[in-house]
């Protein structure tokens, strides 16, 4: 067994119980992850990130509980959260399976159901966005709420990372006039609903099959939006048993008509989000996605 000496001590002074051992993590895209076996026989996972931003680790710490409330889907429990590191219960990975993505399904039409009324964490009654800012990735997420989706899509989530992107090189004039294009059309593009309790950073990597065929959100970057973003970014790199998720989610809660033509509409907001972050070729990815819907 081995023992990294201060991310022992450190999870120690938050937990109040001894770190027997401690294990590196691979795969994490933001923060350094290391896998804690405690005195008592039970794990956890650790993240820590040199020079996180102010309340970095403290919004996905709120977004994890806010999603939990509803026990609707499961998360991991929250441990400790402080500037620097944030400490969940650890799960153990296992393989996807289709019952598992049917439960998936059903579980996050349950979540998005709950909506924003009367929580402790992002959302506001009635309001898209979130009562603080977060996080998505290393950006900044802006979250004051609006009283429209159209409005909320528009200013919170497509257009300060275009401006972003294309600040950095990654988008260029042409792909950015077609992405504008698309923000004054928003309120004839998305069908009126009322706020869904989102993840709101949904994809692949975030969901987690575990060992016992179960399954299990992490790294939110929750707030209140329309529920076709989550199932939009689901689709976008590709989850396995998609089809089982969206049959389960349809049956306990009907998306409507059209859903499938505004895929390309939700999924402009990470698209955005990937090109100010890593550039290559998302940024022609999103004005691709921008074009479809003319």
Known sequence: MTRQPLIARRAEQLLGTPVVSTAPIAGGDVATATKLRLNDGSQALMKTLAGAP??????????LRWLGEPQAVDVPEVLAAEHDCLIIRWVEPGRPTTDAAESLGRGLAALHAAGAAGAAGPGEDGLFGAAEDGFIGRLPL??????????FYAVRRLLPYLKLARDRGAVTDEDAGAIEGIVGR??????????ARLHGD????????DHTGGVWLID????AGHREVDLAMLALFGLPHLDRVISAYQEIAP???GWEERIPLHQLFPLLVHAAMFGGGYGARAAEAARRLA
Do not use: C, I, K, Q
């Not at 102010?54 to 977004?63: D, K, V």
């Not at 802006?142 to 409005?151: D, F, K």
């Open 142 to 151: 802006p979250n004051r709420p609006t009283p429209t989706w159209a409005e």
């Open 220 to 223: 939110p970057a929750a707030y």
């Open 54 to 63: 102010s309340g970095f680790f403290a919004a996905e710490a709120r977004g």
């Open 255 to 257: 998306l409507a008509e």
């Open 186 to 195: 928003l309120s004839g593009l998305v069908p009126a609903e009322p706020p």
């Open 202 to 209: 949904l994809w692949n990597g975030n969901v987690l099959w």
